[in-house]
């Protein structure tokens, strides 16, 4: 499984960006997947996941702001920023879980990962 991440970039304090995902050897609308990110000296967090129904979830900090999404063609994820915030600053990573909780962000249920893209938002 390979999972490539890009679209990140550095944009200003209510900016928008659009990070996606792209698989290989992995059928994303097939698995739970989700978005996480990492920014220096905190925890690696969770912030968007999609299971196979479609249904979608968030961490608090970023629901009504980010919107994740997969087209099946193009078996790539997506996630969409807007009004992004200076703390929205990360490396954000894509993940596949290996087995599907829905709603959870648990790392250890993700056991394919991208190598990250960054996002920097100045103020």
């Known amino acids: 499984v390979q999972l490539v991440e890009s679209g990140g970039g550095s944009v200003q304090s209510g900016g928008s960006l659009r990070l996606s995902c792209a698989a290989s050897?992995?059928?994303?609308?097939?698995?739970?997947m989700a978005w996480f990110r990492q920014a220096p000296g905190k925890e690696r967090e969770g912030v968007a996941q999609i299971v196979p129904d479609g249904r979608s979830y968030y961490a608090r900090s970023v629901k009504g702001r980010f919107t994740i999404s997969q087209n099946s063609e193009k078996n790539t994820l997506y996630l969409r920023m807007k009004s992004l915030k200076p703390d929205d600053t990360a490396q954000y990573y894509c993940?596949?879980?290996?087995?599907?909780?829905?709603?959870?962000?648990?790392?250890?249920?993700?056991?394919?990962w991208g190598q990250g893209t960054q996002v920097t938002v100045s103020s």
């Open positions: 993940a596949a879980a290996g087995s599907c909780l829905v709603s959870s962000f648990h790392r250890v249920l993700y056991n394919s």
């Open positions: 050897e992995l059928t994303l609308s097939s698995n739970c």
